[in-house]
């Protein structure tokens, strides 16, 4: 079984920056991809980032540009570097983690863009 752990979340003025980490933990695990939903109040949850063991990475067309995935293989630690943020960036976010036969969701972390 997989634990995440999510931490970096807190407030922050627009166009501000602040990164996220969220490790793994567990045993006789191998983790193929990792990332990154949110959820804001009152909408579903999202996409915002994935990458695979190998690197490869995909974005929502929202975060484009201003957020950037990264993932530490030999830490099972998967990070979120977020620039330039907005208000409407607002929300819980979720790491992830997926494997051969398992999913597993972090309990979250609140990320909140106001002045």
């Known amino acids: 079984q997989v634990q995440l752990v999510e931490s970096g979340g807190t407030l922050v003025q627009p166009g501000g920056s602040l990164r996220l980490s969220c490790a793994a933990s567990?045993?006789?695990?191998?983790?193929?991809?990792m990332g990154w939903f949110r959820q804001a109040p009152g909408k579903p949850r999202e996409l915002v980032a994935t990458?695979?063991?190998?690197?490869?990475?995909n974005y929502a067309d929202s975060v484009k540009g201003r957020f950037t995935i990264s993932r530490d293989n030999a830490k099972n630690t998967v990070y979120l570097q977020m620039n330039s943020l907005k208000p409407e960036d607002t929300a819980v976010y979720f790491c992830y983690a997926r494997g051969l036969g398992y999913a597993e969701w972090g309990q979250g972390t609140q990320v909140t863009v106001s002045s």
């Open positions: 567990g045993s006789g695990f191998r983790i193929n991809v």
């Open positions: 990458i695979t063991r190998g690197g490869v990475t």
